[in-house]
């Protein structure tokens, strides 16, 4: 079974940094896409980078250098590091994996299993 559970998640003052972990269970996640969406509130969720089994990365126009994705494959665990966090930033951050194979890692369309989501609050 598929699990995914995000950890990290918190209030920040503007200018802060912060990491996401996301810790996968169930079957082995060396084979499968992952990334990191997030939702504000009254907004779609937005795919923020994914990564592919080899370790390609495609990240989102917005993102301007302040966030890295990285995973650890050994303990099925994904992170985001956030830097300079801003008020923009305000959303629910979900990780998702996909075992089929695909291009688009940062679409939110291509991503079967989801996790429950992180809140990250930022004030100003």
């Known amino acids: 079974q598929v699990q995914l559970k995000e950890y990290g998640g918190g209030s920040m003052q503007t200018g802060g940094s912060l990491i996401l972990s996301c810790v996968a269970s169930?079957?082995?996640?060396?084979?499968?896409?992952m990334g990191w969406f997030r939702q504000a509130p009254g907004k779609e969720r937005e795919g923020v980078v994914g990564i592919d089994v080899d370790g390609k990365t495609k990240y989102a126009d917005f993102v301007a250098g302040r966030f890295t994705i990285s995973r650890d494959k050994d303990r099925n665990t994904l992170y985001l590091q956030i830097n300079n966090l801003q008020p923009e930033d305000t959303a629910m951050y979900y990780c998702?994996?996909?075992?089929?194979?695909?291009?688009?890692?940062?679409?939110?369309?291509?991503?079967?299993?989801w996790g429950q989501g992180t809140q990250v609050t930022v004030s100003s």
């Open positions: 169930g079957p082995p996640y060396s084979s499968a896409s």
């Open positions: 998702a994996a996909e075992f089929r194979p695909c291009t688009a890692v940062a679409s939110v369309y291509v991503y079967s299993y």
